[in-house]
T-cell receptor, first 118, second 111 residues
Framework: EPEVTQTPSHQVTQMGQEVILRCVPI?????FYWYRQILGQKVEFLVS????????KSEIFDDQFSVERPDGSNFTLKIRSTKLEDSAMYFC????????????????FGDGTRLSIL | EDQVTQSPEALRLQEGESSSLNCSYT??????LFWYRQDPGKGPEFLFT???AGEEKEKERLKATLTKKESFLHITAPKPEDSATYLC????????????FGKGTKLSVIP
């Protein structure tokens, strides 16, 4: 069964450093997402991406964050200058976008990248 | 603002002891309610989508139902391998794609 893959599984970075998290969405999916889950808390939406542009973002997704689809298969999340509070599990997800019912399509998640900021 | 509340936070069941998990939601216009299973250290695994009140979906020992204010995940004769955290999420609003998640119910099934 097709799946979303994320690399690396664990990233340790010094505060203030840039970090790039990588994702390969399911190949025929058109919508891509990033979520994060701080330990013991809810999964929180960060951003959605369609047709090579951001379609929606949350308040968490400030100027320190950016997303990119550099080629036909990868989807990346960049944090420019990491803070201690960026420590979390980051999940990539993708969904089909065919027809009119885009927002009802289930999102399929990868197993995440655990980001630890020292 | 969409809100999702799940109860109980944790549930311990004996193998074979059926029960239900609750997801209460407040949204401006529901476009889908999603149930996911999350194992430790893993991402959410999609289980069901429910679109309208009265709808039901089944998969093996799991059955999800939906009313206008809440959803239930019924677990019939659970096995130890059903142990996981079950997450409920909603999507609402025309043109919005984000999911709003609840905190989840951690289910432990004891042999």
């Amino acid at each position: 069964e097709p799946e979303v893959t994320q690399t690396p599984s664990h990233q340790v970075t010094q505060m203030g450093q840039e970090v790039i998290l990588r994702c390969v969405p399911i190949s025929n999916h058109l919508y891509f997402y990033w979520y994060r889950q701080i330990l013991g808390q809810k999964v929180e939406f960060l951003v959605s991406f369609y047709n090579n542009e951001i379609s929606e973002k949350s308040e968490i997704f400030d100027d320190q964050f950016s997303v990119e689809r550099p080629d036909g298969s990868n989807f990346t999340l960049k944090i420019r200058s990491t803070k201690l509070e960026d420590s979390a599990m980051y999940f990539c997800a993708s969904s089909e976008g065919k027809g009119l019912m885009y927002s009802n399509q289930p999102q399929h998640f990868g197993d995440g990248t655990r980001l630890s900021i020292l | 603002e969409d809100q999702v509340t799940q109860s109980p936070e944790a549930l311990r069941l004996q193998e074979g002891e059926s029960s239900s998990l609750n997801c209460s939601y407040t949204v401006s216009g529901l476009r889908g309610l999603f149930w996911y299973r999350q194992d430790p250290g893993k991402g959410p695994e999609f289980l069901f989508t429910l679109y309208s009140a009265g709808e039901e979906k089944e998969k093996e020992r799991l059955k999800a139902t939906l009313t206008k204010k809440e959803s239930f995940l019924h677990i019939t004769a659970p096995k130890p391998e059903d142990s996981a955290t079950y997450l409920c999420a909603v999507n609402s609003g025309a043109g919005s794609y984000q999911l709003t998640f609840g905190k989840g119910t951690k289910l432990s099934v004891i042999p």
